[in-house]
Nanobody, 128 residues
Framework: QVHLAESGGGSVQAGGSLRLSCVVAEYMYATNYCMAWFRQAPGKEREGVAG????????YYGDSVKGRFTISQDNAKKTLYLQMDSLIPEDTAMYYC????????????????????WGQGTQVTVSS
């Protein structure tokens, strides 16, 4: 069983920054996971924001966040991060951490159907 716990959300003004954290609590943390950040705004589909295979170096970023968001990991802390800079009101959403055993099916897109484990989410609100 994999448990994911997100934190770091909050309210910021446009142009500000936030760093989201996702702690992986499981029997044995391993780098053989595909992990990703998704977000869902009210009335919209859940979309992949960033993702990576923890055992590799290639990362995926959604077009709307490229150059502004950075995904990273700390294996010692069993934590996945999402550094979000230059935030805009359109980034307002509930952000979710997701994981699935093994390499990512694709690093050109992130599909929620490819992830078996999900956190509860953390709210990010960006005001103009």
């Amino acid at each position: 069983q994999v448990h994911l716990a997100e934190s770091g959300g909050g309210s910021v003004q446009a142009g500000g920054s936030l760093r989201l954290s996702c702690v992986v609590a499981e029997y044995m943390y391993a780098t053989n996971y595909c992990m990703a950040w998704f977000r869902q705004a009210p009335g919209k589909e859940r979309e992949g924001v960033a993702g990576r295979y923890l055992g590799g170096t290639i990362t995926y970023y959604g077009d709307s966040v490229k150059g502004r968001f950075t995904i990273s990991q700390d294996n010692a802390k069993k934590t996945l991060y999402l550094q979000m800079d230059s935030l805009i009101p359109e980034d307002t959403a509930m952000y979710y951490c997701a994981a699935n055993w093994g390499p990512c099916r694709s690093l050109r897109s992130m599909d929620r159907a490819d992830f078996a484990y999900w956190g509860q989410g953390t709210q990010v609100t960006v005001s103009s």
